[in-house]
């Protein structure tokens, strides 16, 4: 069975700071992995998918890497601004599509 | 492209009446529907799977006679929370998948709480 741990679950930073948030997975045997935002009590917003070939994936300021023999994924944040703050959530994807997803990241980005 | 639509955005009912949500993909045909839960401060569980015109595959612990997916069409899937309980109170969030693209594209969500 996926388990999914996030690391940290909460941070804090000033604006301007880049930062990385970690994602952990149990079962490597995973298709992709999506990293999602998701803003107090909305829905989830799409972020960066990276297919199991894949490494790394880049939008603007957000890098995602993906080292799926380790169980691994990192969102790198650049620059951080207050409209990042969010809940961060990552998903490993299995071969039905189903995603599982980790506890979240509650990100807070001070002005 | 790829928008999905949940409807009702929030909503509020007596214990023991049922509730249908809606899910809808508004540009693209959706081969596979998903819908989730998420208690307050925990992450989404997966509840069931849904493939248009065959029953859905629910998760291990969630009642399939209580809660009820429909997925009709390539465009539409519906949850019914039946004779709904407070314990029910949750945020219900559905995805879809276009076919052969592993994308997954969410509802905004559905807030219930059950009186």
């Known amino acids: 069975k996926q388990e999914v741990t996030q690391i940290p679950a909460a941070l804090s930073v000033p604006e301007g700071e880049n930062l990385v948030l970690n994602c952990s997975f149990t079962d490597s045997a995973i298709y992709n992995l999506q990293w999602f935002r998701q803003d107090p009590g909305k829905g989830l917003t799409s972020l960066l998918l990276i297919q199991s070939s894949q490494r790394e994936q880049t939008s603007g300021r957000l890098n995602a890497s993906l080292d799926k023999s380790s169980g691994r994924s990192t969102l790198y944040i650049a620059a951080s601004q207050p409209g990042d703050s969010a809940t961060y959530l990552c998903a490993p994807g299995g071969a039905t599509n189903k995603l599982i997803f980790g506890t979240g990241t509650l990100l807070a980005v001070q002005p | 492209g790829a928008v999905v639509s949940q409807h009702p955005s929030w909503v509020i009912c007596k214990s023991g009446t049922s509730v249908k949500i809606e899910c809808r993909s508004l540009?693209?045909?959706?081969?596979?529907m998903f819908w989730y839960r998420q208690f307050p401060k925990q992450s989404l569980m997966l509840m069931a799977t849904s493939n248009e015109g065959s029953k859905a595959t629910y998760e291990q612990g969630v009642e399939k006679d209580k809660f009820l997916i429909n997925h009709a069409s390539l465009t539409l899937s519906t949850l019914t929370v039946t004779s709904a309980h407070p314990e029910d109170s949750s945020f219900y969030i559905c995805?879809?998948?276009?076919?052969?693209?592993?994308?997954?594209?969410f509802g905004q969500g559905t807030r219930l709480t059950v009186v």
């Open positions: 540009d693209f045909q959706a081969t596979t």
């Open positions: 995805s879809a998948t276009r076919g052969g693209d592993t994308e997954a594209f």
